[in-house]
C-alpha cells in the first residue's frame, strides 16, 4: 500500500486559502495523524475500543468543523474539504486515520447541506461517488485488511451504489 507523505498533505492543507473556515486545516492534520496512540488530553487511547472512541472524537470535530455534525448539515467549505478527507480515507499511515476519513465521507453522503446552500448536495454526492468508484479496488482492499472494515466499506459502497432501493452503474 502506498501511504501520504504527511509532509506534503500539511504544506497543502497550510496553503489552501480555508477563507473563513481558519480551523479545517488543524482538524484534518489531526485526521490524518490519528493513530491508536493519538493523545487526548493527558490520556493515551490504546485498544480496538479506544480506537472506536478515538475515530469517533476526531470525526466529530472534523464534521462539526465544516458542519454540524448533531444537525447533520455541513457548510460549503466541506467541498474544498472532500479531497483531504479522501486522501487519508485512501493514504492514511494508520488504519485508525483511514477509518475515521471512511466514516467522516459516509456521515457526510447521508448529511444535507446548510441553509440556503441546496445546490451543494449533489456536488457533494457526486465527489463521493467519485471517489468511491475510482478507487474501488483500494476501499475492497482495506476490508480484506481490517475486520472493522468490512462494514465500514460495506456501508460506504451500498450507499453510492445503491439508492432508492436500485443499483447503481458502477
Given at each position: 500500500m502506498c501511504y501520504m507523505d504527511i509532509n506534503k498533505f500539511t504544506a497543502r492543507l497550510d496553503?489552501?486559502?480555508?477563507?473563513?473556515?481558519?480551523?479545517?486545516?488543524?482538524?484534518?492534520?489531526?485526521?490524518?495523524?490519528?493513530?491508536?496512540?493519538?493523545?487526548?488530553?493527558?490520556?493515551?487511547?490504546?485498544?480496538s475500543e479506544a480506537d472506536l472512541l478515538l475515530n469517533a472524537?476526531?470525526?466529530?470535530?472534523v464534521l462539526s468543523t465544516i458542519g454540524n455534525n448533531h444537525g447533520g448539515y455541513y457548510y460549503p467549505v466541506a467541498v474544498d474539504a472532500l479531497p483531504f478527507i479522501a486522501e487519508v480515507a485512501?493514504?492514511?499511515?494508520?488504519?485508525?486515520?483511514?477509518?475515521?476519513?471512511?466514516n467522516i465521507l459516509i456521515d457526510?453522503?447521508?448529511?444535507?447541506?446548510?441553509?440556503?446552500c441546496d445546490?451543494?448536495?449533489?456536488?457533494?454526492?457526486?465527489?463521493?461517488?467519485?471517489?468511491?468508484?475510482e478507487n474501488i479496488a483500494n476501499f475492497i482492499k482495506?476490508?480484506?485488511?481490517?475486520?472493522?472494515?468490512?462494514?465500514?466499506?460495506?456501508e460506504s459502497l451500498m450507499s453510492v451504489f445503491i439508492k432508492d432501493g436500485e443499483a447503481n452503474d458502477i
Open positions: 496553503a489552501f486559502n480555508w477563507h473563513n473556515y481558519e480551523h479545517v486545516p488543524s482538524v484534518l492534520k489531526a485526521l490524518a495523524l490519528a493513530t491508536e496512540e493519538s493523545t487526548d488530553g493527558i490520556i493515551i487511547i490504546k485498544g472524537k476526531i470525526s466529530n470535530s485512501l493514504y492514511g499511515n494508520h488504519i485508525v486515520a483511514r477509518n475515521c476519513a471512511i457526510l453522503y447521508y448529511f444535507c447541506p446548510d441553509v440556503g445546490d451543494l448536495m449533489p456536488i457533494v454526492r457526486a465527489e463521493i461517488e467519485n471517489i468511491v468508484s482495506f476490508a480484506d485488511d481490517d475486520k472493522r472494515n468490512t462494514s465500514l466499506i460495506h
